[in-house]
């Protein structure tokens, strides 16, 4: 399974079967964890084994069950720590999808357990990730056209439209989708939308641009 199908077979799934994550594909899942901290000047952390999180009313009301591993997104405190979380964050996502695993994306229904991992001097928390084996493979949402998230659709080359296509996939909050593309010649340009979690979003939606539109095609345009 490429990343494009991985993209289009991942869905949020909230309930977990009590398989356990082998050593074999949790070695895979830590190696790419490693490689986006080193990358990214991060702090994302495994968290196996530790169903406290979940089990709150909290979690209880976000429809998730048997969440016994999550992955938790921390990093230095900074303007881009959100969109740099977003990014490798998705990145692990698909690479667990890749490994036959099911995750979700979890902003505010969990419990914080100060135990399960460690938040080094000025890091912080910013979200989570539910993973493991679930009981479905999730379902389809919604999603818009891509002539609603690009500011014109004229003269646009084949690579920015596949770009916006696996955008187009990126799992949002809320399902959201609030972003817009815009191009001249090979520099690219998102604007995000306004709400919680769209600088989580922005990093997201990147990561499946850059897959779809291949990176060599392009740059990003820096604000």
């Not at 594909?25 to 495994?46: P, R």
């Not at 999180?53 to 016994?68: E, I, P, Q, R, T």
């Not at 479905?136 to 296509?165: A, C, L, Y």
């Not at 955008?167 to 972003?179: I, W």
Request: charged share 25%; hydrophobic share 35%; net charge positive.
């Amino acid at each position: 399974m490429n990343l494009l199908e991985a993209m289009e077979k991942r869905h949020s799934v909230r309930v977990y079967t009590d398989k356990k994550i082998t050593s074999a594909i949790k070695d895979e899942l830590l190696s790419c964890i490693d490689e986006c901290n080193q990358e990214g000047d991060l702090n994302i952390q495994l968290i196996s084994d530790e169903p406290k999180a979940f089990d709150s009313m909290m979690a209880h009301y976000g429809k998730f069950k048997n969440v016994k591993n999550y992955i938790a997104l921390i990093g230095k405190k900074g303007p881009d720590l959100d969109e740099k979380c977003g990014y490798y964050g998705e990145k692990i996502v698909l690479k667990a999808q890749q490994l036959g695993l099911n995750t979700c994306w979890v902003a505010m229904t969990y419990k914080k357990i100060k135990t399960a991992f460690k938040i080094g001097t000025n890091e912080k928390l910013v979200l989570v990730i539910a993973i493991g084996y679930g009981t479905n493979q999730g379902v389809e949402h919604r999603i818009k056209s891509t002539d609603q998230v690009v500011d014109t659709m004229q003269n646009q080359p084949e690579w920015f439209i596949n770009g916006v296509k696996a955008a187009l996939l990126a799992p949002t909050a809320m399902n959201q989708q609030k972003f817009v593309f815009s191009r001249h010649d090979n520099q690219v340009a998102i604007k995000k939308g306004t709400g919680f979690y769209t600088k989580v979003d922005l990093g997201i939606v990147k990561y499946h641009f850059e897959i779809g539109a291949s990176k060599e095609n392009f740059n990003w345009i820096k604000k």
